[in-house]
């Protein structure tokens, strides 16, 4: 007996009983009717199958094999037309199991259940290619698996240095709690970070590749990118002017070698915990963007979204704009707003605010100077009009602004050009203004403190912004939102305010508004021990409103208070809001005080206002 004829005696018995248990493993198959026709003449087999299954296509059956086949069990990757619309088999793969015994192909792959062949198109995929092992004859039809990245909740962390056995030592420290990517030179620094999605890369100093001009290039490359990995440079070098170099163009931290793992460990664990931070800032603004925001402005209150449509609809025009509201709500933020939604958006945006300098210093200050025009004139200056030329002219408390200076800024607004201090030259200027005020502009033009012409140049589209009290549902929102940004800023998990707490901030009137709900949630972030704000971390003006409000008393909580604290708290409040119903004033601030100037002067270096 030929060898081949014994290898189809030991295949055949086992093929007929892996056909009778596909058969039986097929669920809801009811019996095959089997019409047989001359193989010449197309033989077809059709499975009526029950109604809630799919109907099995019509299969049509390929000649009979041959009798030197090797096996009845082959499948076809690829198949071309045959004669009278067969299906011929262009190439032939066998199944086999790990002894080596013929095996049935897998039930995903839903063949006939009588013949145990398997159309092209239906082939399943092989789940392990220790199972599937090809016949010498076609070793190149190997199916082969698709490379899969095994998805890890570690940090990734690159290691990029020429010394391989530190590279090797640092892996081998850090694997336990980081995935480590290796490399050396500066060309595989920039690929892990374009393709590796890295927290943060080790970057060794200097190399081969690159010293100290090549780490600040990757730097500053880094900066300019939406990638956000950190960088911690590892160098021997231990010369203040390269740390600060390095420093300044963007690295994390400066780490001097030799590398304790232990130390670099808990640097890494720090930088990857301020990464998250950070990350979990950017979703959460990109939320309150995408819901109830309009540029850095947020509200979702009836009237803040008013106030938003409001700067859509004029952004779009070139008329003059005039914002008024109350100090702290965020005036300069609806001017850039509007900047920002206008054609102009790509031009310069400059802010000046009208109130911080005198007469004589904001002259020049607006419309620029000469060289020589006036004693310490020692060259030519482009004034704020001239540098916001196709742009946006934004001035803040405009209700400052002297006669003289009105009467000036008017001239520029009606002819479109304007002269520099001690020149003769007309400069054509071409700007969109926009202007704030607090102030109540149509008492100051009764009393003849503010010119009537330029009043109805720059109150053409006046827009309203309420005060926060006025919109007490937006306060939770913004607090979310400050909690989340200093948080971020000061390296700390993002804190939870209680229950109480956010109910005794939404009862406190904030004279100042948005500005001192930010310096609150600021001080709190910064000042709370835990993860929970509660009342009693609360400054004391605060818990106060709440209680007067519901006619409870001042409560101490177990602990006790820091009275020195928070009597600072209460004095600094004060003093700023002194300073802002001043003007940033001080000789006025202490007069409203009751306090000389030295002590006022002491009183802001010592609140750093």
Known sequence: MSRKAAHLRHVRPGLHLARILLIVSLKGASHADQNEKDLNSGQEIKQNEDSEERKTPTIPEPPAPAAKAKSDLVVAPTARPGRRGHLRPAARLTFFSRDSQPAVPP?????????????????????????????????????????????????????????????????????????????????????LLQGSELDVLLLALPMPSGGIRECVDLLSRLQGSEIDTLVIVLSADEKKATALKVIDAGSYDYFIKPVDPDVLGHLLRRAVEKLHMQRENLILRAEISRKNALGDLIGATEVMQHVFNNIKRVARATTSVIIRGESGVGKELVARALHDESPR?????????????????????????????????VATKEGRIELAHLGTLFLDEIATLTPALQSKLLRVLEEKSLTRLGGKKQIRVDFRLVTATNENLEEMVRQDRFRKDLYYRIHVVPIFVPALRERVEDIPVLVEYFVGVYSAANGVRPKRIADDAMLAIRRYPWPGNVRELQNAIQRLVVMTDGQDIRLEDLPTEIVEASG???GAKIRLSGKGISLDKELEAVERRWVQEALEEAKQVKTEAARMLGVDRNRMNYLCRKHHL
Not at 181 to 190: K, S
């Open 107 to 191: 039930r995903a792959s839903r063949g006939n259940p009588l013949t145990g062949r398997v159309p092209p198109h239906r082939i399943a995929p092989v789940r392990d290619a220790s199972f599937c092992q090809p016949i010498p004859r076609f070793r190149q039809l190997f199916l082969r698996r698709p490379a899969i990245a095994l998805s890890s909740s570690k940090p990734r962390i690159g290691i990029v240095d020429d010394d391989s056995a530190l590279r090797s030592r640092l892996a081998s420290a850090l694997r336990s709690d980081f995935e480590i990517l290796e490399g050396e030179g500066y060309e595989t620094a920039f690929k």
């Open 345 to 377: 958006k790509g031009r310069a945006f400059i802010s000046v605010n009208c109130a911080a300098l005198p007469e004589g210093l904001m002259e020049g200050e607006l419309f620029g100077f000469e060289k020589g025009a006036f004693t310490g004139a």
């Open 548 to 550: 007067s409000a519901t």
